[in-house]
């Protein structure tokens, strides 16, 4: 099994940043692809960024200029600079990792979620 430990979340004011961070631990023989998802109030979960095992990476538009992910690969963990925050970023964001687990051969692949950590902007 693979676990994630979220980290970061919190209020902060329009104009403020914050930086999550998203640890992987358990079963893992390889990570490829990390991200973060969020998901407000009345809305469906939908995608802030996501970056592969070689560093390329996507981000939602709404986000893009403002957020930055990142990964150490020594250290299974992602990592979301948000900056220049506003309320509409207000959500729960959850870290979302894929890749190879190590306990079965055939490698079996893994899709695992956080807990969710809320990020919430005052305007």
């Known amino acids: 099994q693979v676990q994630l430990g979220e980290s970061g979340g919190g209020l902060v004011q329009a104009g403020g940043s914050l930086r999550l961070s998203c640890a992987a631990s358990g079963s893992i023989f390889v990570i490829n692809a990390m991200g973060w998802y969020r998901q407000a109030p009345g809305k469906q979960r939908e995608l802030v960024a996501r970056i592969t095992s070689v560093g390329s990476t996507n981000y939602a538009d709404s986000v893009k200029g403002r957020f930055t992910i990142s990964r150490d690969n020594a250290k299974n963990t992602v990592y979301l600079q948000m900056n220049s925050l506003n309320a509409e970023d207000t959500a729960v964001y959850y870290c979302?990792?894929?890749?190879?687990?190590?306990?079965?051969?055939?490698?079996?692949?893994?899709?695992?979620w956080g807990q969710g950590t809320q990020v919430t902007v005052s305007s």
């Open positions: 979302n990792v894929a890749g190879l687990g190590s306990t079965t051969l055939p490698r079996k692949p893994f899709d695992s």
